[in-house]
Each structure stands twice: as C-alpha cells, then as structure tokens.
C-alpha cells in the first residue's frame, strides 16, 4: 500500500514538474519592445518568492487560455513538445491569410504575410510593425489593431475529436442493435447511462414527448462529460471552462425550447392565464426576463465549475514551488491528487445537470393547460 502511496505522488511530482517548466517558458515570451512604461512599474527589487507567486499565476491563466499550437509539455530547455494548427486570420488591409502556428515559435516570431507585419501575444493575433511592437495600455491589454480570428485552435480541434469520437463510439453501437438486441462492445459500459438519461430524465421531466427530445439530450450528455474528461489529462484542454463554448451549448438549449412549445408555453409568458390585468402586465416583463436567464444559468454554471476546478488544482500544484519544503512536497501532491478524484465526479456531474436542467425546461415548453376540476394527467 505504501508503495502505490509513493508511485502516485511521484506521478503527481512529476506533471507539477512539467507545469513549472511551462510557465517558465510562457512568462519569457512578452516581448521586451512591448511598452516603455511596463519596464518602469516592474519593481527594482523583486524577491524570489514573489516572482514565482507571478510566475505561478500567469501560467494558471495562461493554462486556462485557448492556444493556437498544440503543447503537450515543454522541456526545461524550452523546447515546446507538441505538434502546430492551422492559422487563418482575416486583416481588412491586406486579406485573409492562411499558416500553420509553428510559424509565430509560440509568439516569438514576427510574421510577415501579404505586406503586413502579425505577432501572436497572449494567444491572440495583433497586427504590428516589423519589429513586432506590441503597444500597452496602463492595464497591460494589447491596443494593437486585431484581427478577424478564424484559426482552428485546440479548443476547436478537441471539439471536432469529440464529435468524431461520439460518431464513432454511437454509430458502432446503433449498427450493433441492428444484429442484437444484447449490448456489445461500448454498448455494455454506456448502455446503462443511455437508459439512465430516458428513463430518469427525459420521462419524468418532458412526458409523454420525449422521445423527439431524447437525440439531443444523449448528445448534450455525453458531449460535455467527454469534454470534461478530456479537461483531466494533463495537457490543459480546457474545452469547457471556454465560455464561447458553454454559451453556444445553452443557446442550443434556449432555440430549441422555443421553436418546440406550445400555445400554452407562450400564453404564460406574455398573458399569465388566471390573474387579474394588472398583474398580468407585471408578470409580462418578469417571464421575459426569466426566458432568457434560464440559459444564461446554464452556461454560467457549467462554465464556472470547470473554471473552478483547473484554478483550484494547478494552484495546489504553484504552492510546492512556493513554499519548497518537504511538507508542501508531500501534502499538496496528495491534495492535488484528492481533488483529482473530485474533478471526476464533477464531471459527471456537471454533465447531468446541464442535460436534466434542459430537459426541466423542454418539458415546461411542452406543459399542457389543464382548467379546474379537471384531474391532473400523469405524464409517462
């Protein structure tokens, strides 16, 4: 047991490693011809401690930053071991323009193409001169003229694998069904989660329409628990604490609830059966707002706890650098490693929520209007 004890916290030593050689590589890449005023504000002694403290924070938020290449750790010689994306950008001036990012040597490098001088600073592309002068405000945000960004990033890569992925696995496992009514292959380990989302989500919250509103709910599902888990390795593929990402899921969610409603659907919205007129034009104003705040919850949610959960585990990891002693070698390593199996639960977890919360408001666009004395319907 001691052994396994070991073996685990040396392989959580060993990914904190490779963090720390990231970051360093990842701080020495502002260019010094940025602005001559940031030069002035960086204070003339600055202890070791705090220039690691610094050194830790810009790397958790580069960490948490979309990229143009592909990084799956870097060497302590700055050699960046992954493999480029394609870049297309679109400049006003001069056009759309087409590389792959192997070409910017991960912001360091000027790019001249079609007369126009690009540097890539904090992952997003400026347009500057030929010495690649990144201009500074007091804030320390880039004023550059930007460009349109079309570039095929990891967070847009691990989108594209996932649904790759998906058609695969599913479409392996629909073609089995065909033979065999028995689950074979992927089918036995995801049957049980595919009865689990009908039977216990879509019924019990949609009703007797479920079924056209059980595609998406599988996709929904399983979508963002691959990404989720993809989220756990160690090569920062944050996918879903991407708040682009979480919000086109719930603008997903939000069309679909209002192109499938019903006549009752929208006479609660805009005239709330039952009540007096003047309350009625009160209530108006108020479901309006909650239409669309349904949704935003749904991104905010899903977003945040992602977010979290990368920002509390890679500060865990910053804080053996910080304190260098045996007991933060020891104790955040197995913090690191506790919170890891946390992050997998919420994974999981985050995933049904997002899916059980769609269903709750599909069924509340599909709810049927019952008068009194009626008996109330039982939905199956």
């Known amino acids: 047991m001691l052994k396994r004890v070991v073996l685990v916290l040396g392989f959580l030593s060993t990914f904190s490693t490779s963090f720390a050689q990231h970051d360093a590589v990842v701080v020495s890449e502002t260019p010094v011809a940025t602005a001559p005023a940031q030069a002035a504000e960086v204070p003339a002694a600055v202890t070791e401690k705090d220039k690691i403290k610094k050194e830790n924070k810009d790397f958790i938020t580069h960490h948490l930053l979309d990229a143009h290449s592909f990084d799956i750790m870097v060497t302590k010689e700055g050699k960046h071991i992954g493999f480029p994306l394609p870049v297309i950008f679109y400049d006003s001036a001069n056009g759309l323009h087409t590389m792959m990012s192997s070409a910017f040597h991960h912001g360091e490098e000027v ?8 540097k890539l600073f904090h992952e997003k592309i400026y347009k500057t001169d030929a010495s690649g002068t990144i201009n500074l405000d007091e804030h320390q945000h880039a004023t ?8 095929i990033t990891k967070t847009v890569l691990m989108v594209v694998v996932t649904a790759l992925l998906m058609i695969f696995i599913f479409g392996g496992i629909a073609k089995s069904y065909k033979n065999s009514l028995v689950p074979t292959g992927a089918g036995k380990i995801l049957e049980p ?24 709910l599988l996709t929904i599902f399983f979508f963002i628990l691959f990404l989720n888990v993809f989220g756990l390795l160690p090569f920062g593929i944050n996918v879903t604490g991407n708040i682009a990402i979480t919000a086109a899921l719930a603008i997903f969610t939000f069309l679909i609830t209002q192109f499938t409603a019903n006549k009752n659907y929208w006479q609660h919205i805009f005239w709330m059966p039952g009540l007096p007129l003047p309350m009625k034009i009160v209530m108006m104003p108020i479901e309006i707002i909650g239409m669309f705040i349904k949704p935003f919850a749904l991104l ?6 992602m977010t979290a959960g990368h920002i509390v585990i ?6 053996i650098y910080v304190f ?10 197995f913090l690191t490693f506790v919170l890891y199996l946390l992050e997998i639960l919420v994974a999981f977890l985050q995933a049904y929520i997002f899916t059980m919360l769609s269903a709750v408001y599909f069924g509340m666009a599909n709810e049927e209007h019952h008068h009194e004395g009626e008996e109330g319907v039982v939905h199956h």
């Open 300 to 305: 905010i949610r899903l977003f945040a706890n």
């Open 314 to 319: 890679m500060s865990l990891i910053a804080m």
């Open 193 to 216: 989660l595919i009865l689990f989302i009908r039977d216990d989500i879509a019924k019990p919250n949609i009703g007797a329409k479920y079924q056209k509103y059980m595609s998406y």
């Open 324 to 333: 260098k002693n045996v007991i933060a070698g020891v104790a955040f390593p």
């Open 144 to 151: 550059n003229e930007k460009v349109m960004d079309f570039s």
């Open 111 to 118: 790019v001249e193409s079609k007369g126009g001088y690009y």
